[in-house]
């Protein structure tokens, strides 16, 4: 998994909401585990494009992760990206815990491609995984993962989506 050592933006948990230059808005960071009904307020998680279940998958009650932030939109391809990290602070601060759950991803992608043969090689092509270091809540600095996704249109996009639901439910069932 590639370290991003180049952002400097939004450093720091909860991000605070924006209105860009062309009209877009960022909704900063909204905590889907304390208050899963503000999923409504995400305007880029839709079910259409898969980022909704997929929030609500990463903030389930009694999990182990926690999503940070999301955008999606098209571009000439369907993007998008989502942030997530472990909740509990003391394994988050280790680089070698979310290098586990990418190596973890990498081996269910070719569990899957043994059943279904060239599933590994299209997901990768489609799917790209970076980490990077943030303060959550004003605590020291601890690691994130951002996966970016890229489709050729949204129900593409949505079908990305739901394959790292179903990742996130056997990583969950496997801790």
Same mark, same amino acid.
């Given at each position: 998994?590639?370290?991003?050592?180049?952002?400097?933006?939004?450093?720091?948990?909860?991000?605070?909401? %924006?209105?860009?230059?062309?009209?877009?808005?960022?909704?900063?960071?909204?905590?889907?585990?304390?208050?899963?009904?503000?999923?409504?307020?995400?305007?880029?998680?839709?079910?259409?494009?898969?980022?909704?279940?997929?929030?609500?998958?990463?903030?389930?009650?009694?999990?182990?992760?926690?999503?940070?932030?999301?955008?999606?939109?098209?571009?000439?391809?369907?993007?998008?990206?989502? %942030?997530?990290?472990?909740?509990?602070?003391?394994?988050?601060?280790?680089?070698?815990?979310?290098?586990?759950?990418?190596?973890?991803?990498?081996?269910?992608?070719?569990?899957?491609?043994?059943?279904?043969?060239?599933?590994?090689?299209?997901?990768?092509?489609?799917?790209?995984?970076?980490?990077?270091?943030?303060?959550?809540?004003?605590?020291?600095?601890?690691?994130?993962?951002?996966?970016?996704?890229?489709?050729?249109? %949204?129900?593409?996009?949505?079908?990305?989506?739901?394959?790292?639901?179903?990742?996130?439910?056997?990583? %969950?069932?496997?801790?």
């Amino acid at each position: 998994m590639k370290q991003d050592i180049d952002s400097n933006h939004f450093n720091r948990w909860p991000y605070i909401p %924006e209105l860009r230059d062309d009209g877009d808005r960022n909704n900063g960071g909204i905590d889907l585990i304390e208050n899963p009904d503000n999923i409504a307020l995400i305007h880029e998680a839709t079910e259409e494009n898969g980022l909704r279940p997929l929030l609500v998958e990463l903030n389930k009650p009694d999990g182990r992760l926690m999503s940070l932030g999301c955008a999606s939109g098209l571009d000439g391809s369907y993007d998008s990206y989502v %942030e997530f990290t472990l909740r509990d602070h003391s394994l988050a601060i280790n680089q070698n815990e979310l290098e586990s759950i990418y190596s973890r991803w990498l081996d269910w992608q070719n569990e899957v491609d043994a059943k279904h043969p060239g599933f590994a090689k299209s997901l990768r092509e489609h799917s790209v995984w970076e980490t990077r270091t943030f303060s959550l809540r004003g605590n020291e600095p601890q690691h994130l993962i951002t996966v970016y996704h890229r489709a050729p249109d %949204e129900a593409n996009h949505r079908t990305l989506a739901e394959y790292m639901v179903i990742f996130l439910r056997s990583l %969950e069932s496997s801790s």
